[in-house]
């Protein structure tokens, strides 16, 4: 069963309307901060593979900066095709310390 892993500290997450790439174990995970709220999913767009880490958020979703495919950060679902969806993972804040769940 997965636990909460240290993925980064919390003075490295990306600023309200960005988003960034955060390497755990083998995997990279998107970290988005959406108004304030972080989250976090993986990283690669279910589209094309883009890189969603390296995108924006905009209107609230994490948009892959390859085609513009736009990722709810709270369910993981594209909005241009909402059956498609991403993984989002629990992600918390402990401290100094972001937490995230794969």
């Known amino acids: 069963m997965p636990e909460f892993k240290r993925i980064a ?10 988003a960034r790439e955060f390497i755990l174990g083998e995997k990279t995970v ?6 304030g709220q972080v989250s976090a999913m993986d990283n690669v767009c279910g589209h ?3 890189p969603l880490g390296q995108g924006l958020v905009d209107g609230g979703k ?7 495919w ?4 709270e ?14 993972y629990p992600l918390m804040v402990e401290g100094d310390d972001v937490l995230v769940k794969v």
């Open 48 to 50: 094309r593979g883009g």
């Open 62 to 68: 994490v948009m892959c900066p390859w085609h513009g």
């Open 75 to 88: 369910t993981g679902a594209s909005m241009e095709r909402p059956e498609v969806k991403i993984e989002v």
């Open 30 to 35: 998107c970290i988005a901060n959406v108004n």
């Open 70 to 73: 736009r990722w709810d950060p």
């Open 9 to 18: 500290a919390k003075e490295e997450l990306p600023p309200p309307g960005e």
